[in-house]
Structure formats: C-alpha cells, structure tokens
C-alpha cells in the first residue's frame, strides 16, 4: 500500500476479525530498537481514558481486544506483533491506532526496512506498508484501523513525530511524563489503575493525519450549540496521575525462607511430580497435560502461547488423548485446545515431543489433513527443537483445494519456559494463586526427569564437522556444515529466550546479511565461512545495554569468546576513560581482556585487567590515533560433547554467556540518548 491510501479487510480475507499487526524495522550496526504501543480512540479522535493506551507498561487490554505479543526472531529485521481481536473492540471505539517510538528519542531515520504488515486469523499476509522517508522522527504512527459503515477498514498513514512517545500520546489526549531518565525510584502505576488525564488539562486538539481521506463527524457549521446543562458544584479532586513512560520496576521474588526438613535427602513435595516418568511416552503424556491444564487455569499464560497463533481472546478448554476419526484407524493427538468466544470456536490439535525426540512428519500430516476436513484453525507442535525461519522442522503438504486453511505452528520448551518466566518474575498475573500455579509447572519443566529441558543436541553432523575442521578436511558446500550453522542458531535463539526471562528484557540474536538475501542463502555462507576458519559466530542484543555481546566458538582450538564493545565518551580525555573503565570493572574478572580500538585499521593497545588496574594508563595509544571505544572479552575452553555431559559444548556456551553478562556487563553504564549506535560489534579476529 501507499501512504494515505485505504482499503476494507473483508475485502482482504473472510477471516479478518482476528488480526495480527507486525511492526519490523532493522539496524545497520545491529542495535537498533523501537516499541510499539496502540491507542483506541473515540469518535472525537481522543483516547476514552489513559486505559486505551498500550504500551510496555500496559501490554493488555482486559477485554482481549489489544495485545502486545512482543518481539519475535525474523531474519534481518526485528518484528514486534500485535494481536487484534476486532470483535472484542468496544463499540465506542471508532479507530485503532498502530505506533512506535524509540527510546529517549532516538531518530527513526537510524533505521532501515521499516514496514508494516498485517495477518489474518489464517496467519496468512494479507497487506503490507512500508515508511521510506523517515529522517529525525523519534515515533511514527504505521497505520489505523478504523470503523466505517459497520465495516473495519486499514488506512496506511506514516506520519511521524519529532516529540517521541510522549508527544504522539499527548496528540490523542494522554497526558505523559516522560521521565526516561529519572531515578530508579521512581514507580510507574500499574496498568489496572492507571488514571485518568486531569480534567483541567489542556490537551491540543487533534487534527487528522496527513492523507486520511474521511474526518471524524463535526457539528454542521453555523449550527448552534446544545444549551449548557447545569451541574452540581464540587470540591475540585487532587491532580490526577500522570502517565510515566519509564518502564515498570519489577521486584523479583523474595528467596524462600529456611527449610524445615530434616536433611538435604528430604524433597519438598511438587504439584506436578516427575521423579517417577520413566519412558518417552510417559514424559509426552504428562507433559502435555501439565501444560495444557495450566494454560487453561491461567488466563494470561493460556493467552500467551496462543494468541500469535491467531487465537481469539475467550473462554478456553483443554483435552488430553482425544480420539478422532481418520480412515481405518483413529487418531488421537497428544492434545486440542479449544476457545470460544461470541458463540464461535478456535480449535487447535497439539502434538507433543520430549526428551530431544522429534517430530514425525507423517503424523503431523495426518492431523493436519484431519484439521482441515474437521475445520480446524491450527495444527501446534511442541519440542525441545527451536523452529527457524526457512528451515522446517516437519514438511507437510497443504492441498491447495481446500478452501479451510489449517496453520502449522510450532512452540519450543524453551519458549514455554520463558513465557511462564516473563509472566510470574517480570510481568506479574491477577491472582496470586495463578502466579504459584505457574511457579510449580516451571519446577516440573526444570526436573531433570521431564524431558522438557530445550535444545540440547548439535545433531549428528556436529561430530563430523569437528573432526573434520581438526584434520582440515571439511571443504566449503558439505551439507553437514549447514547443519551444524542451522543447530548454533537454533543455540543462540534458546540463549537468548533463557535469559530473556531471567532479565525480563528484550534479548535477540542479530542477524546480518546483505538486504534480500534469504535465510538459507544466509545459512550456506555462513557455512562456507565454517568450513573456511571453523569459527562459528553470532551476536546478542540485550535491551538497555550499551552494544552488542558477541560470541565466537572456535572449534579449532576448543575456545569460546564472549565480548563486547562499548563507545568511547563524547568529552573529557583518555586518561579519565581509561580509569573510568577501570573503576567500572571493579569487580570484573581479572582475566577480562581489555583492547582500546582505534580510527582506522590501526590496532590498540591490550591487555588483562589484572595488568591494567594498577597502570590505566597503559590503554592509550602511543600514536596520536583517535579512540572510538573499548573492545571488552572473556575466554574459556567448549565443550566437546553433543551436550548431554556437564562439560558438553551447548552447557558451555549457556555458562560463558551468564557469566559475560553477570560479571561485565551488568556493571557497564546504560546506553546515553546520544548513543544509539555503537562502534560495531563483530567478534575480533583472534
């Protein structure tokens, strides 16, 4: 679509009440960011009450009508998804506003490919739209879904706001401190008891955006206006609370109070017991019905997992073993979860895997073929597999005749684990029961017994591939060596899940490659490079640090690399960097390597803290170079297993990213409004 143009979504799809909005953009040095809010409007084109606005602080709507899903791993762009149930939209509300802001106004024009694009309750694309003229713009409205004639329609508008988050929302009539840089004492009310905007505020009034062809209804002119209706005078109430654009302070669980057992062989009893499982067919069974029991009892995680699957926000009900007819033979899904709303039902059949087991791709052909007769909207598979964009894990055949569309979707333990994290340590549910309820199927998804534990096997090209880089016989278009990238990335996706939830921030691989380039392209290369220096690299973008971390597993000397690279200050002088940085690194290990980078191709000095503490000075070049930052790295030797061993590879690179992240960089400072670009950050040749 083009700016300023509209179009109605029946006329897209006959399933378009149920709507997912992506929002993508992408970086050239990888960590570029934005957040999407939403904001429904009345017909005067202002919010109904600051309770319309969601955003990272208000994520939800009560009703199911908004959701923000967050960000999802998409090759070269960051995609941040909305989920839209149309038929849950109160009807006073007449627009639906789709919008991102970067933060402490960052300029949009720092970033490439900002597009948006919109699914049906099918998952298929139905419209796209995409920004090309962003330059200093620090939030942009994407696009509105607005009533029309009983009708819900899109308008492309693009128009952008130099004032950031706080100017866009002040726009719709929110009031907003935009306090960004405050003290971290500083609180932010929760989403349920957000106020309302003062009453003696003086909001602008809301012109229409640029290029919108219809204009919300205004009294004739030259008609008079309604007589003025008396009202009873009253005490003017206390100021109502501002709305606070800093993200919400979380306070993670207190630890658990002494025990009371006698001895360590004592064990505190469980809900959900797994010590007992014995077979795979046990592990799947009880597996399933764990999750799927607690998923119906915990509203907020139920809707987690299925909304970005097209699942409308409703009433739902969960099965274990039910037996569906299909030729001959019955078959019975390990699972189906059913929602209903409005008197309709979203039912989708689950299948499930553990214990590094994988998926049949005739099996799940079976249930999809069974859906799609039935009239089934989903086929999910689950497994400690993690799913990769151009790389199935099952091929399935869709008959193209059938006018029913089924869609496959796929759930890694990983991700389960790390939605059940963000809800319980971060986010927070509405009971307090909930909240034990989700903790306890965290302790069955962490026991070792039950089979749930994530990606944890290189594949059986991870061995050859190792050999054959050690005896320098792997050569460049071996099949294996794309394996063995596809099971890194996979890796890196888990990586960055796990410790997503512990932080409770955004935490994404960034992925380069030239614009257009396609995912399997992508992986071939990256094999080829493999195959030609036996390193395998990737990056991490953790939300509010100052770069890029990078991790580079040489598989020819056994070592992995964690590092990272920070910008040199805008003022003072050298010396006060250097000492700085060595007052940061206090309590950093003391074999943190440590190499100033310099302008150009000139290499900077370098050495271990333990070296450099006493002697900061010894950072500075020699040379008159100019200093653009600080290259900061640890070393440890890989495992050399398929990581089923405490010293396995996949173990090695989980522990070398923990204790980067915990002992260097949580102690460097956050990342300043001028610096929203780092001096790069690909793993340094070593």
Not at 427 to 450: D, I, K, M, T
């Amino acid at each position: 679509m083009i700016k300023g143009a509209n179009v109605g979504l029946s006329a897209l799809s006959d399933n378009a009440e149920s709507i997912v909005v992506s929002l993508g953009w992408s970086s050239p040095d990888g960590d570029g960011d934005a957040d999407v809010s939403v904001l429904l409007l009345g017909e005067n084109g202002k919010v109904r009450s600051n309770e319309d606005f969601f955003f990272y602080n208000n994520p939800a709507a009560a009703d199911g009508s908004v959701q923000l899903l967050g960000q999802t791993p998409s090759e070269n762009v960051n995609e941040d998804r909305i989920q839209l149930d149309l038929s849950a939209v109160p009807t006073g509300v007449g627009r639906v506003v789709v919008s991102a802001s970067r933060h402490q106004r960052a300029e949009f024009g720092q970033l490439e490919n900002l597009r948006l694009t919109l699914c049906d309750a099918d998952g298929e694309g139905i419209l796209g739209f995409s920004i090309t003229d962003a330059k200093t713009e620090s939030a942009f409205v994407f696009g509105e879904i607005y009533r029309r004639e009983g009708e819900w329609k899109f308008r492309a508008v693009g128009q952008g706001y130099d004032t950031g988050l706080a100017g866009l929302a002040t726009d719709f009539g929110i009031e907003i401190d935009e306090d960004d840089d405050q003290e971290a004492d500083t609180l932010t009310p929760p989403a349920d008891t957000l106020a309302e905007p003062s009453g003696t505020s003086a909001a602008p009034e809301n012109s229409r955006m640029p290029g919108t062809a219809e204009t919300a209804a205004q009294p004739p002119a030259g008609k008079a206006s309604a007589p003025a209706v008396p009202v009873e005078t009253v005490t003017p109430a206390a100021p109502a609370r501002r709305l606070r654009t800093a993200k919400r302070k979380v306070t993670l669980p207190k630890e658990p109070k002494k025990s009371l057992a006698e001895n360590d062989t004592w064990r505190a009893a469980r809900l959900f017991p797994a010590a007992s499982l014995k077979s795979d067919r046990e592990r799947e069974a009880r597996a399933t019905s764990v999750l799927l029991s607690v998923m119906a009892q915990v509203p907020e995680f139920g809707r987690r997992l299925t909304a970005g699957f097209g699942a409308p926000s409703g009433r739902m009900e969960t099965f274990t073993e039910v037996s569906l007819p299909h030729g001959e033979t019955p078959k019975r899904p390990d699972g189906v979860i059913r929602v209903e709303r409005a008197g309709k039902l979203w039912t989708a059949l689950v299948e499930t895997k553990t214990n590094g087991n994988p998926l049949k791709g005739e099996q799940i052909q079976d249930y999809m073929n069974i859906a799609a007769r039935r009239g089934y909207e989903a086929v999910i598979t689950l497994s400690n597999d993690v799913a990769l964009e151009g790389s199935p894990l099952v091929n399935v055949k869709i008959d193209g005749r059938r006018k029913h569309k089924v869609a496959l979707r796929h759930l890694s333990w990983a991700e389960v684990a790390h939605q059940a994290h963000m809800l319980i340590r971060h986010e927070g549910v509405r009971q307090e029961p909930h909240a034990w309820l989700l903790q306890e199927f965290l302790h069955y998804l962490q026991h070792e017994n039950s089979g749930c534990h994530g990606f944890q096997n290189m594949g059986p090209a991870w061995v050859p591939v190792r050999k054959g880089i050690d005896e320098e016989t792997l050569c460049q278009g071996d099949e294996r060596a794309t394996q063995v990238v596809e099971s890194w990335e996979r890796l890196i996706r888990q990586v960055c899940l796990r410790l997503g939830g512990e932080l409770g921030d955004k935490v994404m691989p960034v992925q380069r490659a030239k614009r257009g380039t396609d995912p399997h392209s992508r992986r071939l290369e990256l094999a080829d490079r493999l195959c030609q220096d036996g390193r395998l690299n990737a990056e991490i973008r953790i939300d509010g640090t100052v770069g890029v971390l990078a991790v580079t597993a040489d598989l020819r000397t056994g070592r992995l690399r964690t590092s990272i690279e920070i910008p040199a200050p805008e003022q003072g002088y050298p010396l006060a960097w250097a000492k700085r940085l060595m007052k940061l690194l206090s309590e950093a290990p003391a074999d943190l390597h440590v190499q100033t980078l310099l302008d150009g191709t000139i290499a900077g000095p370098r050495g271990t803290l333990e070296k450099l503490r006493p002697e900061p000075g010894a950072l500075l070049p020699k040379e008159s170079a100019q200093i653009t930052g600080f290259r900061l790295s640890l070393s440890k030797s890989t495992g050399s297993t398929r990581g089923n061993a405490e010293s396995g590879f996949i173990r090695s690179v989980d522990a070398a990213v923990d204790h980067f992240h915990s002992t260097v960089v949580t102690h460097l400072p956050k990342p300043g409004p001028s610096r929203q670009k780092t001096t790069g950050a690909s793993p340094a040749p070593h």
